[in-house]
């Protein structure tokens, strides 16, 4: 077949895309692109409005007329009836409106006057599958705000749940484990009359190499729970019941387990040194250095949380992470891309270096002040304010040698940087760091060096500038500061030799 | 008559430890109709300049109460927290806050596909819905599963989930047309 050159033009141009207009190809192209986009769009808003009776029914229960009915009326009048069947398909279907993602019905419930009647289902030992249903409503109730809580606790549910505690039914134990831990976390007050009630043995028995990962889960959430709050902080014989079983634990893999087990060590070492020398005395120090190096973020963060807490306390508990190894790790931490680790990597290596001359030697020893000089140049702003209380700390506790050692690490020169921030609280500490380290250079006998090098650096024009500074106690320390060590006329050329101690740049 | 010492059990009362504990406990004032103990001091405030102290009652397990200073008499108690308050160690700052919203829940529901969520947790993609910048910074809409979506700010989704910033992106991608060049193509077509 002879193909013309008009004839192959006009097939081409029947052919898919050759030869269109190159706008109106475009304009084919944005409105399919639309219309996909408006379809997806409809597929989304369509999903919201799904009937719940679609939801799959998971459990072996078979209503009479085939659906399950989610009106509240018919859940009251299946709730409140005395057939056993009736009450399972109410508090079932009451569970399920409950365990809606979006704004499940919590108000209309208890207002239903359901609670009381849920509560009663708990102690029906011949009908776990009532139980359970009862429980997980409840437990869903309870994880609302304070005044949800409250209404589930004033129908008795917290003795109903402590009981269930010893339910021959894993899944019914674990039901209560997870209600209990919303009571609790409700705050101290809940927390401690669950601690009367002596919730923690029969939460600690429980804890077995068989009992499954998911459920160990929940019951190490919930015992966190029971540490957490202060004012009060709980009871310390509760404290030692539960330390124990905490330290078992902390040496299993499961990353959610870890995580929580960790909270609730945070928890408890964040007080007195007395709750800290408890924490410590179990022997956990190492094993939470290490967990400050695993790679889930969930499981880092409250293990380096907790070892800042240990190293706020007593130069004893804060040796004890030193010799756990927690300075070859801090390092890390310090680089951590995520800012919030940076910061608390930085605010406990400000406490460590608020310890004695020993400890801030092996702070330099175990090369700490690389990545302390980076935070203070890159960080961001609430880590840089971690990292200032280090360098004022050092400056504090450490001997001339180690001022030395920090000046020429390149602190200096950071901190001056860091004078031009807002924060008066920041500019008040970073002078009262600059002041110990002239203190540091008189002892030298370096002091004239020290201001050449400050104002080479342009120290010495931002303190003058602060001298005009809004807040009183930054005006007058930096006037202080000028006048002690920078008024003597001009400062003569000082030749900077090569010599074995001094500032030396 | 035999003597005997009393073999009670000690109650809350100060019947007991007030012979042991005479010098640290508190003069009870003798113009009030009650006497109340104080056990120990909790802590410490200022309200409106003035110093408060958090006390712990003898007998009493709940009922702390908050006192001005100048009504207490109990140097010695308030000594001692005090200097509690100073081994606190010099240099030493306590935790402030939270950390940052990264701790634990207080409180969790739990959802019906619960089993489903354990699967699909990780493995379900995020997408972005929207993108705003009236907070200042570019923000996006990223929704989560079933109904829940969080603004999230750029700089973070494009390092956590950069294809599905692409996908955002490209979806919305449009051209303007430019006749001259148009016009230029198709002559070498």
New interface residues.
């Given amino acids: 077949m002879p193909t013309t050159s008009i004839g192959g033009d006009e097939r081409i141009s029947k052919f898919k895309n050759k030869?269109k207009?190159?706008?109106k190809l475009?304009e084919k192209r944005?409105t399919e692109?639309v219309e996909l986009?408006k379809a997806q769009k409809e597929n989304?808003f369509k999903?919201?409005n799904i009937s719940l009776s679609s939801?799959p029914e998971d459990e072996a229960l078979s209503p009479e007329n085939g659906t399950v009915s989610f009106r509240i009326e018919d859940i009251i009048r299946d709730v409140n009836c005395d057939d056993r069947q009736a009450q399972t398909r109410g508090c079932q279907a009451a569970r399920?409106l409950?365990?809606?993602?979006?704004d499940?019905p919590m108000k209309k419930i208890v207002d239903a006057g359901l609670l009381s009647r849920f509560v009663s289902f708990l102690s029906l030992d011949d009908e776990p599958t009532l139980q359970f249903e009862a429980a997980?409503a409840l437990?869903?109730i309870?994880?609302?705000t304070s005044w949800h809580?409250q209404q589930v606790v004033n129908h008795g549910a917290i003795p109903a749940f402590i009981n269930l505690l010893t339910s021959p039914m894993l899944h019914i134990v674990e039901?209560a484990v997870?209600a209990l831990?919303?009571i609790a976390?409700?705050g101290a007050a809940y927390r401690d009359v669950l601690i009367e009630c002596n919730v923690i043995p029969a939460l600690l028995a429980h804890i077995s190499p068989d009992a499954p990962v998911g459920f160990l889960r929940n019951l190490t959430?919930t015992l966190?729970?029971l540490c957490?709050n202060k004012?009060?902080c709980p009871p310390m014989s509760a404290v030692n019941q539960m330390l124990p079983s905490l330290m078992q634990l902390l040496h299993l893999s499961d990353k959610d387990i870890l995580?929580?087990a960790c909270?609730a060590i945070?928890y408890l070492s964040?007080g007195?040194?007395d709750r800290i020398d408890v924490v410590v005395k179990t022997g956990i120090v190492p094993r939470l250095v290490e967990l400050m190096n695993n790679k889930e973020l969930c499981v880092m963060?409250?293990a380096l949380?907790s070892i800042?807490?240990i190293?706020?306390?007593?130069?004893l508990h804060t040796q004890m992470a030193i010799d756990a190894g927690v300075l070859s790790v801090l390092p890390n931490l310090l680089r951590h891309p995520k800012p919030?680790v940076q910061?608390?990597a930085a605010?406990a290596l400000?406490?460590i270096?608020?310890?004695p001359c020993k400890q801030i030697q092996q702070l330099i020893t175990c090369g700490l002040l690389p990545p302390l000089v980076e935070v203070l140049k890159n960080g961001d702003l609430k880590s840089q304010r971690e990292a200032v209380?280090a360098v004022t700390?050092f400056t504090?506790?450490g001997n001339v040698e180690q001022v030395v050692q920090l000046v020429k690490s390149g602190a200096l020169e950071a901190i001056i940087n860091l004078l031009k921030v807002k924060d008066a609280k920041i500019i008040l500490v970073i002078l009262e760091a600059v002041n110990n380290m002239f203190l540091a250079a008189e002892k030298l006998g370096e002091t004239e060096r020290l201001c050449l090098f400050v104002e080479q650096l342009g120290g010495l024009e931002q303190i003058e500038m602060l001298q005009n500074h809004a807040n009183e106690m930054v005006y007058q320390a930096a006037h202080n500061l000028i006048e002690k060590y920078f008024s003597d006329g001009d400062l003569e050329e000082v030749q900077v030799d090569a010599m074995q101690n001094g500032f030396v740049f | 008559m035999s003597m005997s010492l009393p073999t009670e059990p000690p109650t809350d009362g100060a019947a007991v430890t007030e012979t042991e504990k005479k010098a640290d406990e508190v003069v009870e004032e003798e113009e009030e109709e009650e006497e109340y103990v104080v056990e120990k001091v909790l802590n410490r405030r200022v309200v409106k300049g003035k110093v408060e102290y958090l006390l712990k009652w003898k007998g009493f397990s709940e009922d702390n109460t908050w006192e001005p200073e100048e009504n207490l008499d109990c140097p010695d108690l308030i000594a001692e927290y005090l200097q509690k308050q100073k081994s606190a160690h010099e240099g030493k700052r306590k935790a402030v806050g939270d950390a940052d919203g990264d701790e634990s829940k207080s409180k969790k529901k739990k959802d019906d596909n619960e089993k489903l969520r354990g699967f699909a947790r990780g493995l379900e993609p995020e997408r972005i819905i929207g993108a705003t910048d009236s907070t200042g910074e570019l923000m996006f809409l990223m929704k989560k599963h079933s109904d829940e979506a969080d603004l999230v700010p750029a700089k973070e989704a494009n390092v956590k989930c950069p294809q599905v910033v692409i996908s955002f992106y490209e979806e919305r991608l449009t051209w303007h047309s430019y006749p001259s060049e148009d016009e230029k193509k198709e002559e070498k077509n």
């Fill in positions: 030869g207009d190159l706008a475009r944005i692109c986009r989304f999903r919201r939801l399920k409950l365990s809606k993602d979006h499940p997980w437990t869903n309870a994880s609302g809580t039901q997870w831990g919303n976390g409700d959430w966190s729970n957490r004012n009060p995580s929580d909270w945070s964040d007195s040194d963060t409250p949380r800042g807490n190293v706020s306390g007593s130069d919030t910061k608390e605010w400000s406490n270096a608020a310890g209380w700390n504090s506790g």
